[in-house]
């Protein structure tokens, strides 16, 4: 999703938050938490699929989720809080 820069109004790039701590959940899914540099926003604890039942092995798109992060909810409004 692209928003407007409110300033410019040209299109920005999405904030994404980064991952700040990971480990193994129960059963065989990897569990991480982000946070975002910017606004400071941290996400619970979220859970992703993993390959086989020891946990050890993620699927690729998790792990691409996980090293790229998640959305920022907080920085990527589309509207102004006035």
């Known amino acids: 999703?692209?928003?407007l820069d409110i300033?410019?109004?040209k299109p920005r790039?999405?904030?994404f938050m980064t991952?700040?701590?990971?480990g193994v959940g129960n059963g065989s899914e990897i569990m991480a938490m982000f946070k975002c540099d910017i606004c400071g926003d941290e996400s619970e604890w979220l859970?992703?699929?993993t390959n086989?039942?020891?946990g050890e092995s993620l699927t690729l798109s998790a792990e691409?989720?996980?090293k790229r992060g998640i959305p920022c909810?907080?920085?990527n409004q589309t509207q102004c809080e006035v």
């Open 47 to 49: 859970a992703f699929e």
């Open 19 to 22: 991952v700040c701590d990971a």
């Open 1 to 3: 999703m692209q928003t």
């Open 7 to 9: 300033f410019t109004g």
């Open 64 to 66: 691409e989720e996980i």
């Open 52 to 54: 086989d039942d020891l």
């Open 73 to 75: 909810q907080k920085c």
């Open 13 to 15: 790039e999405d904030v």
